[in-house]
Antibody, heavy 125, light 113 residues
Framework: QVQLQESGPGLVKPSETLSLTCTVSGGSTSSYYWTWIRQPPGKGLEWIGC???????NYNPSLKSRITISIDTSKNQFSLKLSSVTAADTAVYYC???????????????????WGQGALVTVSS | DIVMTQSPDSLAVSLGERATINCRSS????????????LAWYQQKPGQPPKLLIY???TRDPGVPDRFSGSGSGTDFTLTINNLQAEDVAVYYC?????????FGQGTKLEIK
């Protein structure tokens, strides 16, 4: 059974960088896409971006200038960095596995079948 | 971005009855290469991460009870829960994976009447 666990500081000061790591167990990060999704308290879900095991990334344009997603397959981990945070970035951050799907043009992301429990990150001074 | 709009925002259904949740996309999510709709449904219970229920608009993820079913095509989709059980109380989200950024509906809160 694949399990994912987010880790990182629960409190970040405004203008600083939010950093989270997702550790995968019961499976390997040397395949599939790996995704970050966030959910502000009491609100809906926002896709942040994803990374393929090769290191290829796809980011939400609304956050693209501030985010970096990286992967370390040797540690079975992938990470999120979000810079210049404000109170609007306060949310539960989820990591998830994206099994992707194949079609005639290749392999594509978009589905989220295993999720971490989520990490609440509060932006406050 | 493709905007996903769910209706209603909340509903209350009696145990054993049917719940119907609708989802509309701002443009078609029909994937031409395989003639399938790039639409998924998730269930989120309080304090838990979302759980994938249905993908390609109507394919249940393994282990999902068959009382959950999805239908629709193009821009209009429906999640139907037959024989509602107490454990089905949750917020339900639709999500399109036709194009990035992948987007979710605002959620529909399902309660027991």
């Amino acid at each position: 059974q694949v399990q994912l666990q987010e880790s990182g500081p629960g409190l970040v000061k405004p203008s600083e960088t939010l950093s989270l790591t997702c550790t995968v167990s019961g499976g390997s990060t040397s395949s599939y896409y790996w995704t970050w999704i966030r959910q502000p308290p009491g609100k809906g879900l926002e896709w942040i971006g994803c990374i393929y095991y090769t290191g290829s990334t796809n980011y939400n344009p609304s956050l693209k200038s501030r985010i970096t997603i990286s992967i370390d397959t040797s540690k079975n981990q992938f990470s999120l960095k979000l810079s210049s945070v404000t109170a609007a970035d306060t949310a539960v951050y989820y990591c998830a596995r994206d099994p992707g799907f194949f079609d005639s043009s290749g392999y594509h992301p978009g589905l989220f079948d295993y999720w971490g429990q989520g990490a609440l990150v509060t932006v406050s001074s | 971005d493709i905007v996903m709009t769910q209706s209603p925002d909340s509903l209350a259904v009696s145990l054993g009855e049917r719940a119907t949740i609708n989802c509309r996309s701002s443009q078609s999510v029909l994937y031409s290469s395989n003639n399938k709709n790039s639409l998924a449904w998730y269930q989120q219970k309080p304090g838990q991460p979302p759980k994938l229920l249905i993908y390609w608009a109507s394919t249940r993820d393994p282990g999902v009870p068959d009382r959950f079913s999805g239908s629709g095509s193009g821009t209009d989709f429906t999640l139907t829960i037959n024989n509602l059980q107490a454990e089905d109380v949750a917020v339900y989200y639709c999500q399109q994976y036709y194009s990035t950024p992948f987007t979710f509906g605002q959620g529909t809160k399902l309660e027991i009447k």
